[in-house]
């Protein structure tokens, strides 16, 4: 299995616990996210995701689920909306760049 790491980074949603959770982890909420010590107002977290295959995730943030703007969103088919992560295509797969860190912003859009 091919593994690679996406850094979360969403800015403050306005709350004090939030969580990462999706098709990574059952949607079982496993994910805590810290707050970033270089900027408090944000909260982070690093997964090792197979990039081979698409994941859709979301955020709880004291309690409520959130989707971000800065992800692509999709429809679960049971009327639910999920941010989703993309799988990489096949030839950054095979050169390794799927073992890079890679980071993403996430913008204060409520």
């Given at each position: 299995?091919?593994?690679g790491?996406?850094?979360?980074?969403?800015?403050?949603f306005?709350?004090?616990?939030?969580?990462?959770?999706?098709?990574?982890?059952?949607?079982?909420?496993?994910?805590?996210?810290?707050?970033?010590?270089e900027?408090?107002?944000?909260?982070?977290?690093?997964?090792?995701?197979d990039?081979?295959?698409?994941?859709?995730?979301?955020?709880?943030?004291?309690?409520?689920?959130?989707?971000?703007?800065?992800?692509?969103?999709?429809?679960?088919?049971?009327?639910?909306?999920?941010?989703?992560?993309?799988?990489?295509?096949?030839?950054?797969?095979?050169?390794?760049?799927?073992?890079?860190?890679?980071?993403?912003?996430?913008?204060?859009?409520?």
């Open positions: 299995m091919t593994k790491n996406k850094n979360l980074q969403p800015v403050l306005g709350g004090k616990k939030v969580f990462l959770t999706g098709t990574f982890d059952n949607w079982q909420a496993s994910v805590p996210m810290m707050q970033d010590p900027a408090p107002e944000e909260h982070i977290a690093t997964l090792y995701l990039r081979s295959k698409a994941h859709e995730f979301k955020f709880i943030v004291d309690g409520t689920w959130r989707l971000s703007a800065d992800f692509d969103t999709t429809d679960d088919h049971s009327g639910n909306f999920n941010n989703i992560l993309h799988p990489l295509p096949p030839q950054l797969l095979q050169t390794g760049f799927s073992n890079s860190k890679m980071y993403s912003g996430i913008p204060n859009r409520r």
